[in-house]
Each structure stands twice: as C-alpha cells, then as structure tokens.
C-alpha cells in the first residue's frame, strides 16, 4: 500500500513537472511569433549625465537603421545585431537588448562618462577622455562639468597620449580628481609642462599647484589638503601665489 502511494505521488509530480514543462514551451514559442509591441528605453544615468536620449536610442533601433521595428516580425529582429548597433554609439559603455512575454522589446543602456575635457586653442576640436583614456566627442545635448587639460605651452592634449604605461599615470591622476567630490569641484584646469610635471589652478584660491610628476597621488593630495587647512585660514588666500607638493614630507609656499 505504501509502496502504491509513494508510485502515485512520483507519477502526479512527473505530471505535474511535464505541464509546467509543456506551458513554458507554449510561452515561449507564442512570444517568439508574436509581433513586436513596444520599445522600451531604459538609460542608467547615475551621474547625472545626457549624452544620449532615448529618441536617440530607439532611433538606433530601427530595422536596418530605416523601419521601426513596433509590430515587426520576431524573425526579423536581430538583438545581438541590435545591442551591437547600440554599443557603438561613442557614449555607451554597455547595453542589452531583450524581449519580454508580451512582446516588447527593451533596451537597457549604461552610458560612458568623461572625466576630462582635452582642450584645444579652437574650442570647437575640444573632446573629452573617458576613464580608460579613450577620445569621446562633444555632445550637443549636454556639457560635462569636468577638468579641463592641456599642455602648458596651450598644445592640446591626444587621448593616445593616455594610452601608453607613462600615459596611464596621467590618466590615473584625472580618475583620482573624478572620483573624489571636493578635488572634482576644485581643480579648476590641469596642465601638463614640457618635462611632464602637472600644475593645476583652482576655483577657490589664486595660487598655482606645482604638482610634479603623477606619482605618490594620495599622499601630495593629502598634503595639499594640510595646506589649505592650516595656511589661508590664518595668513589668508592670497598669501601665496605658488604652492608645490612635489617633494616628499614637503610644501613649498612661495
């Protein structure tokens, strides 16, 4: 008798198994035959960036870069191709590109983000540089507050420049500025001398940073950062002109 109840219980769990089984392919063959509905556009924008919209995005969409694709046949739409067509867009760093039950397709777009703006003596040739050193244009719907840099003769700067092992000091210098709030708010213009020491100016305060060569980043920030709570709140900010942290357990004030 019990041997007959355990029998059922394995063949109703079987049935049951082989329904849930047969529905989940019913779904999934109905929704790969159903016509596209809607696009849905959904773009991270966690710093408050608007480098690309979502006209801008569903535009990029479009079949063969001609048709929308709402009511499109499934067959006809390619999401790899899609999600490709997206990701080589300059502001987008990721994206994916799928369809949900009801037949809409969803594109979900992270963007790229620049941390400098390379400056050129024509405003109009500026570009930015992302966090792995990479050129991105100017975008006409949107401007990044971020630090300008140039050579100090006023020579623009390439984004190949940051790509070599002596170009990746440089970009980390600007990524530690970018990640940190108050030096993002106060590096005003970063420039790189013809030895390839950095200087900077400031919003707040007239002196000229000598910041030497990007190396020992933290620990000349920090010392800066003595600087500015020990000195201008007893002698005033316009004491010193030129400040230099280049050596170590040293501030030069001048």
């Not at 979502?54 to 006809?76: I, K, Y």
């Not at 170009?167 to 213009?189: N, S």
């Not at 020491?197 to 920030?221: A, Y």
Request: contains cysteine; proline residues 4%.
């Amino acid at each position: 008798m019990e041997l007959k109840r355990k029998a059922n219980n394995l063949l109703f769990a079987t049935a049951c198994l082989l329904l849930l089984l047969g529905l989940g392919a019913f779904a999934a063959v109905r929704q790969a035959h159903r016509p596209v509905g809607g696009v849905i556009v959904s773009i991270s924008n966690e710093f408050n960036n608007f480098f690309i919209s979502e006209r801008e995005v569903a535009n990029l969409l479009s079949r063969h870069g001609e048709d929308r694709l709402e009511g499109a046949d499934p067959a006809d739409v390619d999401l790899k191709d899609l999600e490709a067509r997206l990701k080589a867009h300059s502001f987008v760093k990721e994206a994916q590109v799928y369809r949900d039950l009801a037949g809409n397709l969803h594109a979900d777009v992270r963007q790229n983000r620049p941390i400098a703006r390379l400056v050129h003596s024509d405003s109009r040739q500026d570009s930015y540089l992302d966090a792995d050193g990479h050129r991105l244009p100017l975008s006409p719907l949107f401007t990044a507050r971020v630090v300008p840099i140039s050579r100090l003769n006023g020579q623009p700067l390439s984004a190949g420049f940051f790509q070599d092992s002596t170009g990746q000091r440089y970009l980390e210098f600007l990524r530690y500025i970018d990640e940190k709030p108050f030096w993002r708010a106060q590096v005003a213009e970063v420039f790189v001398g013809a030895n390839g020491k950095l200087s900077f100016t400031q919003q707040v305060g007239d002196q000229r940073i000598e910041f030497g060569f990007p190396e020992n980043i933290s620990e000349k920030f920090a010392k800066l950062m003595v600087f500015y709570r020990q000195i201008p709140p007893v002698l005033g900010w316009d004491t010193y002109h030129r400040v230099n942290v280049e050596f170590k357990d040293q501030i030069i004030c001048e």
